[in-house]
């Protein structure tokens, strides 16, 4: 059982999708499983982190930017723009896939737990991330 | 059909929890199947590395705290103390989630493979990890 | 139900591996579920990236590269090789495990999405990489 959440585009960071993962998974009437998430993309990803302070995310997005600088000399593939390589590399240090354990119809996050999509690109794109949901016994 | 598996604290570094894992594995009666990994913290992540030469771990612990030192005026999140911003980022890098097969009753690991606990913070706060166990047919 | 596929070793960098991927799952019959890929290696990983430009696979090389530099004198696990702890230490960052739903008998990948092993040695060792297929219902 395979769903899809559309997120809007609005520029590059953190962007929280708990909610939408959560009412996915409400909706599906699954009790207990493992739900999937897969972002279909390379210039975006997923992340699981804090959701309680936003300057986690703030400080996530300025040290990947510092890290990982537009203009790199290195950069061959910058044929699409000054954001587009930063991107691929931040995506490859983050997460394409990521598997929470579901029981009595809830995700089994952690207290301080939210799911992110991480998006790379100034551009403001729609990104597509699939739910999978696997139903136990 | 999630299991939890309670680690200790211990302080800073990884630690190995492929036995623990193993148990768990073996208790369920599941011949084959898959067994997810999650951890439900943010300052905390699990990795898959070698676990042949303890050095492999010393050299990633020191790589890691070189890369993200603590005291970087970067950070704005430093109300937890100076190794609360750099555990997320290290949690970030590694995996919040694995996933490995099982066959005959048994995790598929490679020769070489451990799974390990990987701790960021120097306090001693004891760790949940969720184990699901999905089997086959 | 577990496959292998069995990567042959033509040195470091990024080998695109999803025509064999694709080639298990028709081979196995599954309509809609989940493919879970995991690599017995903690010195070559996954990753799931860019196909169309080959210039995004060769900027990731040689990023990391950088990034991770042989003969670093940080690490004390040298004894095989210069190569050896930077494959570590790549690994760490990127996937050991990835998992990727399928419907109609495909994986489904996002347009410009290819699935990648990533070796981090410059011997030429064969790769074991595991292919678990979940079924739906």
Redesign the interface.
Known sequence: ??RCILIRGSGKGLKEITNQVTEQVRESGIE???C?L?????SASL????NA?P??C???E??LS?L?PEH?P????T?EGPDD?PA??R???????????V?DSCL??????GIFLFEHRRNRSDR?V?I?L?S??
């Open positions: 059982m395979v207990n499983g493992l999937t897969f972002i279909q993309h390379t992340l699981i982190q804090e302070d300057d986690v703030h400080d996530i300025n040290w510092r990982i790199d290195l950069y061959t593939h044929a390589m691929h590399l995506s490859m240090l983050t997460q394409t896939s990521v598997s929470i354990p029981q089994m996050l952690g207290t301080w737990q597509r699939l999978h696997a136990d016994g």
